[in-house]
């Protein structure tokens, strides 16, 4: 097909424009832009985007921005690409504004407990320098070894100690953003309290680069607990057992800082990736973690509760290894084949039915789904293992099946992942008619030329499909 030559010179203007005025941070070289084009989650876009721009400060990202409004130019806000629902993949045609080399830990305060960041601080790099103050940042995704803070709070990630800590909300104070006109605002307190006005910082947490672009935060950080953490491993050959393991152990009051379940597929599949011939086969696995002055009482109790419910249960200090083994989740699905992780979530006294549900799919659909859980919240990941390099139909259509019975459990379509491209196409089954009307209303406010981060979350009306 033949190109527009109109599209192809205000291509030429945008791109020299960003060059004239950020020089060698723009790149057109194929390793970064190709690069672009693909995260996580398996999805890869249809080609390269236009360029890709290594902000350094966050005036950099408003010449960006002031760039990209003048041309109208689609602009995919990027941090360490650990993304999984492809919401910082670049497209033919847009900008992607890298974020990583805005990497400075500005401030670390013991008297009021806050780090100020730049959005592409390392997570493990910020726990590292807050450590050595007494310090650490709750936040713990399973990314978080390469995973940016920004990108932490673009999708609201969680991980295996939010059923203590809470998802990353919990810990943002304020946020400097650059909207799209390239202005400049800050949003949120770095005070205790503050209800002034609408909580703009609470939207912009979990808005995946559609409303604005996050290149600051002050998040709030916790003492250090010196005391010895103590872990809780229990297994059992029905996973219902599990999960009703999990729902008295909420519901006895106890507070583990991890709980997680691991089916027997996803167990067995980590085992041998682990070459771990100690632990047995063909069962679902329960981890708990406790941490804090009363983590052995706590754990104690825990063990209690599974031992009164027929599982196998060992208790001990530390036990780091159990921890790691449902940390390897991602890489032994890597080894098996290629993998759409999901993640939907429901209320913690519907894990067992979920779980029956995923049963029921892999049985209909002829498609092996290991699944793990960050049980103590509901969120559950459930893995379609296949052998093609991009997902086929019938892995699709396994997924609608089980995001359309997670909604019907009273859960939603993703608890920490976020929309991005590959779940948009069910957004407004979840959000009704009349929510997702007003959500699109709102990014109109922030976006009104929908040039943040276009396609992904809101699908234009009609559409029926992401990609």
Not at 139 to 159: C, H, K, M
Not at 189 to 205: E, M, Y
Not at 260 to 289: V, W
Not at 325 to 341: D, S, T, W, Y
Request: hydrophobic share 45%; with cysteine.
């Amino acid at each position: 097909m033949q190109k527009d030559d109109g599209a192809s010179s205000e291509m030429s203007g945008v791109l020299a424009s960003l060059q004239d005025a950020l020089g060698r941070q723009v790149s057109v070289d194929s390793q970064d832009t190709d690069a672009a084009r693909a995260d996580k989650s398996g999805h890869r876009s249809a080609g390269e985007p236009l360029c890709v721009v290594f902000a350094e400060s966050t005036e950099d990202v408003a010449t960006v921005l002031r760039i990209a409004n003048r041309f109208q130019t689609p602009v995919v806000a990027r941090g360490a690409g650990s993304g999984l629902a492809g919401g910082a993949i670049g497209s033919p045609g847009e900008i992607v504004l890298s974020l990583e080399r805005m990497n400075r830990i500005l401030e670390i305060s013991t008297e009021d407990r806050w780090a100020i960041v730049e959005a592409g601080v390392i997570n493990a790099a910020l726990n590292e320098a807050a450590q050595d103050q007494g310090l650490w940042f709750a936040p713990d995704p399973a990314s978080r070894a390469w995973s940016t803070v920004g990108g932490n709070i673009a999708t609201n990630a969680g991980g295996l100690l939010c059923v203590k800590y809470g998802v990353t909300r919990e810990a943002v104070l304020d946020l400097t953003v650059v909207l799209a006109s390239g202005e400049i605002i800050r949003v949120g307190h770095k005070t205790v309290k503050g209800v002034t006005g609408f909580d703009l910082a609470a939207l912009f947490v979990g808005s995946e680069g559609t409303l604005g672009i996050i290149t600051e935060a002050t998040v709030a950080l916790k003492p250090l607990d010196t005391s010895p953490v103590w872990t809780i491993s229990g297994v059992t050959s029905e996973t219902a057992v599990a999960a009703h393991a999990v729902a008295a152990t909420i519901t006895a009051g106890a507070r583990p800082a991890i709980l997680e379940l691991l089916d027997a597929k996803a167990a067995d599949h980590i085992s041998r990736y682990l070459a771990r011939t100690d632990l047995p086969l063909g069962m679902t696995h329960l981890i708990a973690q406790t941490d804090g002055p009363s983590a052995e009482q706590d754990a104690r109790e825990i063990a209690e509760i599974w031992l009164g419910l027929g599982l196998t249960v060992d208790i001990g200090q530390d036990r780091e290894d159990l921890i790691a083994f449902r940390r390897a989740m991602h890489p032994a699905m890597e080894a098996v084949g290629n993998v759409l992780i999901e993640d939907v979530a429901v209320p913690r006294s519907q894990l067992a039915a979920m779980f029956d549900a995923i049963r029921r799919i892999e049985e209909e659909f002829q498609v092996e789904i290991p699944t793990v859980a960050h049980a103590g919240d509901g969120n559950l990941h459930p893995n379609f293992i296949f052998p093609e390099e991009e997902a086929p139909e019938h892995i699709w259509a396994a997924a609608d099946a089980l995001f359309r019975e997670a909604v019907a459990l009273g859960g939603t379509l993703t608890g920490e992942h976020g929309v991005g491209l590959l779940k948009s196409r069910w957004l407004r089954d979840e959000l009704g008619d009349e929510q997702w009307r007003l959500q699109r209303e709102i990014k109109a406010v922030f976006d009104p030329t929908n040039i943040l981060n276009p396609g992904k979350v809101f699908l234009p009306e009609g559409l029926a499909q992401p990609m």
